[in-house]
């Protein structure tokens, strides 16, 4: 066991301990109280915004249009980062709900192109989640992206849309840890770097669309070469779907920027009323 998994799994059975021997803590802000399982209603309530569409400036060639709920900070981020690094599982339902709000809008946006018309059925929607390392599944012990998406697809299928979850696509080598690369050094990361299963071809072949989802979006890397990968077997992409996005747009509007000296420097650069201003973090 790596030094990195090592601390990663001390973290998660601290946590783990803290939970039998401590009241409960909300994994967005650390307010102490009994009525803080899996958060606070105040934290959680921001999963709860409205879906936007939002992408990123400049925006990856194939890009599908794109829709998220929240920003990735404050509460947000902390819940993203307590459910897939500290193993807090029961998040999995707040967030997939998020998640499912967005892939519903992504499907409305685009209802005339997979809708057969009034009257008839819906086709069968494929969402394709974004395929996580196999060092990342090691190191945490599962897949946490593949049980989100799978967690929205639930919420999806109750409220009555055919749709189904398909992990269509794999990494065909091995990529860089992108944490500290700016949007060019993302871009050139993965290019080429996902493929798609030779056994779901027939499966994406034969549904009436497809989308994309994953947790969280920063510069539009993964999901723009995800789409690629689908569009070489010749699968159309109608959208894709996040739970957040790191930068803020207004009113709806696509209205986030990165430079790869900023994202280099882990600074945010937010697009507010057309004017772009640089928070240091």
Known sequence: MDR???????RRAGVAL?????????????????DTAPACSACLSVLTARPSPTAPLP????????WTVTDYDGPTRALLVAYKEEGRHRLARPLGAALAAALGA???????????????????????????SATARRARGADPTWHLVATAVRHLRAGGTPV?????LRQS?????????????RAANLRGALEVRSGAVPLLAGAGAVVLADDIVTTGATLAEAARALVAVGVAVRGAAVVAATQRWASGRCC??????????????WCVLGRITLPVR
């Open 4 to 10: 990195r998994t090592w601390l990663r799994e001390s």
């Open 18 to 34: 803290l939970d039998l021997v401590w009241p409960a803590a909300c994994p967005g802000c650390g307010t102490l109280g009994a």
């Open 59 to 66: 925006s990856p060639p194939l890009l599908p249009p794109l």
């Open 106 to 132: 992504a499907l409305d946006a685009q209802r005339p192109q997979h809708r057969g018309g009034s009257g008839r059925s819906e086709p069968r929607v494929l969402v394709v989640p974004m395929p996580s």
């Open 164 to 168: 189904r979850v398909l992990p269509a």
């Open 173 to 185: 080598r091995a990529v860089a840890d992108q944490a500290e690369l700016s949007a060019r050094g």
């Open 256 to 269: 986030t920027a990165e430079t790869d000296v900023d994202h280099a420097a882990g600074r945010d650069l």
